[in-house]
């Protein structure tokens, strides 16, 4: 099979996976983020682009938030089912096992492909849909939304100083601006309702 067919394939076959997820995790952030990492990836010339693409579509599906497995068990087992190489399976669990931003912040992947896939994350977590995603994370863990606003503050708007790339510099900037005014906005809105 081509290497498009095989990421179609393991598109359709991740897809089930996070149909029900209402915390920000759901398929279209797989999506984004992986139309994110190869949009990055296209500058540059010396990038493994296959690797790039298992990575950022198998990113969350062992994440221990959504799932109870052990080991990238998921991940193994998609990539296994779909032929690929022990080598490859090895780098993408490498990868993956890097990329949340919650496993500490200082974290920088040494490889460009590692580096593409935790910036497309990370840019999916600001702007517009970072606000919604925010939201939505914390009200599926019964959260306030003033407790949701503390983590744009905690968290949110140290991405943009945290992107390895260039380009995804370039993206988190404007980003990052949106989510200022709202937070601002935010804060005036409240404040007159007390
Ligand atoms: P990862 O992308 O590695 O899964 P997180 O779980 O920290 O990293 O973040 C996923 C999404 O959940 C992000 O959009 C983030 O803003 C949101 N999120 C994580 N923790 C909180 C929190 N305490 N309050 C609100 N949103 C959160
Ligand atoms: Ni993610």
Redesign the pocket.
């Known amino acids: 099979m081509s290497e498009i067919l095989i990421i179609d394939k393991i598109k359709k076959d991740i897809k089930p996976y996070f149909e029900t997820d209402s915390?920000?995790?759901d398929y279209s952030h797989i999506l984004r983020v992986y139309n994110m990492a190869m949009k990055i990836a296209a500058e540059y010339k010396y990038c493994d682009k296959k690797i790039v693409a298992l990575a950022a579509l198998l990113h969350?599906i062992d994440?221990d938030?959504l799932f109870k497995t052990k080991n990238y068990a998921n991940a193994k087992k998609i990539m296994k089912q779909n032929n690929i190489s022990q080598s490859d399976i090895n780098t993408v669990i490498e990868i993956i096992s890097k990329?949340?931003?919650?496993?500490g912040e200082s974290f920088r992947d040494d490889e460009i492909e590692g580096q593409i896939v935790q910036d497309a994350?990370?840019l999916?977590?600001i702007g517009a849909i970072?606000i919604a995603?925010?939201?939505a994370?914390?009200g599926s863990?019964g959260?306030s939304i003033f407790?949701?606003i503390?983590?744009f503050t905690e968290?949110?708007f140290l991405l943009k100083d945290l992107m390895n790339t260039p380009a995804a510099k370039r993206i988190a900037k404007n980003r990052h601006f949106f989510m200022v005014e709202f937070y601002h906005q935010f804060e005036l809105e409240n404040k007159a309702l007390s």
Request: charged share 45%; glycine share 10%; hydrophobic share 20%.
């Open positions: 915390s920000g995790h969350d994440d938030k990329v949340s931003f919650r496993k994350d990370r999916d977590a970072g995603r925010a939201f994370y914390g863990k959260r407790s949701s503390d983590h968290k949110l």
